[in-house]
């Protein structure tokens, strides 16, 4: 209990801490100050200060009754040099984005603002966003004002273009001449850095002086300075960003979500977001017009076209052409003719028309391009007896078979675990204790010694996550290919945005991608094949062991409208987006409490029917996580009775909204 005197002429601040980690909802302080409601200050929260929005200012007089049965006192905010950052325009997307995504106010904030301008706008050295209405035209955005509150956005003005890289920039280029022509501004909003420095390339030809391109590979000075550049040009702009620059408070006619499609617009850590969510929200509430483009739309955009929601910005392509040759090879019909002839039994690493492909492009000095889906030699291991899957004994991932030296080890690629086979090299079955243990699956070193065998002389480079790094390391490797006389590259799928163009491609291993739990996959892999089709200017090979190739044929063949209506089709018979929404709650602790908590949380939710995978993973320092989903029929997210539930748990458990894996 505390003595009321003792805060007499003060104000109780309710804030929002902008930060990551484990503060959930709101806290209280105590200023001898009156401080606007949308300004950012600096509070103590144990050792250290942090910033935090203030979101409510009442005198003591209107709160004593709480304040004399508090238990605790109220911290005095030590720091207060109030400053607006955010525009009304900005905040109403933002608390819309966290709703949507059941995560925090200020970390969602903290993960949509630029750390460099959150810190120079506390810190004095940018102004606050000047005073006025949003136009669309190119002004600057109103603050966030004194008693404002999310309130519903106006209604999406939505187009959409699907078609390849040089259909979209064509569209885009004459949208920024037209846009110019009336004094308009418009924001290209991408999912990386990569895809911002190639739009700039593209894009800002002829243009520089009014095209800013911002990202995280910045330096602080430089983004300043091109910060404050944009804010003072008088003239239309062309702003290309990753989602977090659309912190800059200048208006825009037109918000371009390009790359609509990429996995990349998911923020990995806590707060755990879809960026596109943001970009949209953002975008109706400034009235601003939004065009998604990629090769390949999601269905949940072109379920929304369909429906009359988003209309057609260009003439939306149901194919797409490449003169290119292209091919699925079946490497068993190749086995089953040497083991009719020979008697052998063989399995076919690269078939014979990958060897033939590659010995052709060798005699023409042409370059090759082999991908394989995973890492390691293979990247799963059986009991040739029981079938019995040979598992990480510390989160039951399957064991990836790596080349180390002389020797092959088991790697566990969840949580790190890294031993050799019992006894040097016998590993036996934990089942049955057979000695019959087969690897299956293909991985990106098994290609490279057979490669290797095979074309002892060739240029051969090796692209996969344990090798590159960076994006300087992964830049000056394919710069090293493409130099090359007849080089072959084995990558992984993360060096396909790398690439720009390469004569002959070849999709030696792909089959494990379609056992991952992401219901998101047959879209991942039809849009890798696209990509691929659009970078090959001579030949594409697919090799597969699998009996239904469809989505292979329909990749292979540019057939996107096929391929979307049948992907529809499947979302809608399992209630998957955009006919439903999957929420998964990870908790995470030690391995003895997960089960019991993990009940308490199904009781908790128990008529919103959770689904209990019973999996366990492992985690660095000897910790593990399970989780649970829980799927909601159309049109029944956000609602305020779950998402009070979902708040309301404790920071050991994480909150996703439509996840890529459900597993």
């Given at each position: 209990m505390h003595t009321?005197?003792?805060?007499?002429?003060?104000?109780?601040?309710?804030?929002?801490?902008?930060?990551?980690?484990?503060?959930?909802?709101?806290?209280?302080?105590?200023?001898?100050?009156?401080?606007?409601?949308?300004?950012?200050?600096?509070?103590?929260?144990?050792?250290?200060?942090?910033?935090?929005?203030?979101?409510?200012?009442?005198?003591?007089?209107?709160?004593?009754?709480?304040?004399?049965?508090?238990?605790?006192?109220?911290?005095?905010?030590?720091?207060?040099?109030?400053?607006?950052?955010?525009?009304?325009?900005?905040?109403?997307?933002?608390?819309?984005?966290?709703?949507?995504?059941?995560?925090?106010?200020?970390?969602?904030?903290?993960?949509?603002?630029?750390?460099?301008?959150?810190?120079?706008?506390?810190?004095?050295?940018?102004?606050?966003?000047?005073?006025?209405?949003?136009?669309?035209?190119?002004?600057?955005?109103?603050?966030?004002?004194?008693?404002?509150?999310?309130?519903?956005?106006?209604p999406l003005t939505?187009?959409?273009?699907?078609?390849?890289?040089?259909?979209?920039?064509?569209?885009?280029?004459?949208?920024?001449?037209?846009?110019?022509?009336?004094?308009?501004?418009?924001?290209i909003c991408v999912p990386t850095l990569e895809d911002v420095e190639r739009l700039e390339r593209e894009l800002g030809h002829g243009i520089e002086e009014y095209t800013y391109a911002?990202?995280?590979?910045?330096?602080?000075?430089?983004?300043?300075?091109?910060?404050?550049?944009?804010?003072?040009?008088?003239?239309?702009?062309?702003?290309?960003?990753?989602?977090?620059?659309?912190?800059?408070?200048?208006?825009?006619?037109?918000?371009?979500?390009?790359?609509?499609?990429?996995?990349?617009?998911?923020?990995?850590?806590?707060?755990?977001?879809?960026?596109?969510?943001?970009?949209?929200?953002?975008?109706?509430n400034t009235g601003s017009t939004i065009i998604f483009g990629a090769p390949l739309l999601r269905p949940e955009i072109y379920k929304r076209i369909q429906e009359g929601e988003i209309g057609e910005f260009s003439r939306i392509a149901h194919r797409t052409l490449a003169e290119i040759e292209a091919a699925i090879i079946d490497p068993r019909i190749e086995e089953k003719n040497i083991r009719e002839y020979t008697g052998r039994r063989t399995v076919q690493i690269v078939g014979e028309r990958i060897r033939t492909l590659i010995e052709e492009a060798r005699k023409k000095?042409?370059?090759?391009?082999?991908?394989?889906?995973?890492?390691?030699?293979?990247?799963?291991?059986?009991?040739?007896?029981?079938?019995t899957i040979i598992r990480c004994e510390a989160c039951e991932t399957p064991l990836v078979i790596h080349k180390q030296g002389e020797n092959r080890i088991f790697s566990c690629h969840a949580c790190g675990l890294m031993r050799m086979p019992e006894s040097g090299e016998h590993e036996t079955c934990p089942t049955c204790a057979g000695w019959r243990l087969e690897p299956l699956g293909i991985g990106i070193e098994r290609i490279e010694e057979e490669v290797t065998n095979l074309f002892p002389d060739a240029p051969r480079f090796i692209f996969d996550g344990d090798r590159v790094k960076t994006r300087v390391q992964a830049r000056k490797l394919i710069a090293q290919f493409e130099a090359s006389r007849g080089g072959i590259?084995?990558?992984?799928?993360?060096?396909?945005?790398?690439?720009?163009?390469?004569?002959?491609?070849?999709?030696?291993?792909?089959?494990?991608?379609?056992?991952?739990?992401?219901?998101?996959?047959?879209?991942?892999?039809?849009?890798?094949?696209?990509?691929?089709?659009?970078?090959?200017t001579k030949t594409l090979l697919v090799q597969t062991r699998m009996d239904d190739v469809t989505l292979l044929e329909q990749a292979l063949k540019g057939d996107l409208l096929g391929f979307t209506e049948s992907e529809l089709e499947l979302r809608k018979a399992f209630s998957y987006p955009p006919y439903g929404t999957i929420i998964k709650i990870t908790l995470r602790g030690k391995r003895a409490e997960l089960p019991a908590e993990l009940e308490r949380l199904k009781v908790y939710l128990s008529e919103y029917n959770p689904i209990a995978p019973n999996t366990m993973a492992r985690e660095p320092k000897n910790m593990f996580r399970m989780h649970i989903i829980l799927k909601l029929a159309d049109g029944t997210w956000p609602n305020n009775t779950l998402h009070a539930k979902l708040r309301a748990l404790p920071p050991q458990f994480t909150i996703e909204v439509n996840p890529d894996h459900l597993l």
């Open positions: 009321f005197g003792y805060y007499e002429g003060m104000q109780i601040l309710t804030v929002a801490p902008i930060v990551r980690g484990a503060l959930q909802g709101t806290l209280s302080y105590f200023s001898k100050e009156t401080v606007p409601l949308g300004a950012v200050i600096m509070v103590p929260i144990r050792t250290r200060e942090v910033p935090a929005l203030v979101l409510e200012s009442k005198s003591v007089t209107d709160a004593k009754s709480s304040l004399k049965s508090s238990e605790y006192a109220l911290r005095k905010v030590t720091r207060l040099k109030p400053h607006r950052v955010w525009s009304n325009e900005f905040m109403k997307a933002v608390e819309e984005t966290a709703r949507y995504s059941a995560q925090g106010l200020g970390e969602t904030l903290l993960a949509l603002t630029p750390k460099t301008i959150l810190d120079a706008h506390i810190e004095g050295v940018l102004d606050e966003p000047n005073k006025g209405a949003p136009s669309g035209k190119s002004r600057a955005l109103a603050p966030l004002e004194p008693g404002s509150r999310c309130e519903p956005s106006r939505g187009q959409a273009i699907q078609g390849d890289t040089i259909t979209r920039l064509k569209a885009y280029q004459r949208l920024v001449r037209e846009s110019f022509a009336k004094h308009e501004s418009v924001f911002f990202h995280s590979g910045l330096t602080k000075k430089r983004l300043l300075e091109k910060w404050v550049a944009a804010l003072e040009q008088k003239h239309a702009t062309l702003v290309i960003g990753t989602p977090q620059y659309l912190t800059l408070p200048r208006a825009f006619s037109t918000i371009i979500l390009d790359e609509e499609h990429a996995q990349s617009w998911k923020t990995l850590a806590r707060p755990l977001i879809d960026m596109r969510v943001f970009a949209e929200a953002y975008g109706a000095h042409e370059h090759v391009f082999l991908l394989v889906a995973r890492k390691g030699l293979s990247p799963i291991t059986a009991c040739g007896d029981c079938g590259l084995i990558g992984t799928p993360m060096t396909v945005p790398y690439l720009t163009t390469v004569e002959n491609t070849a999709i030696v291993s792909i089959d494990s991608l379609f056992a991952i739990p992401d219901f998101r996959m047959n879209e991942r892999i039809f849009a890798l094949i696209l990509a691929l089709r659009e970078k090959t």
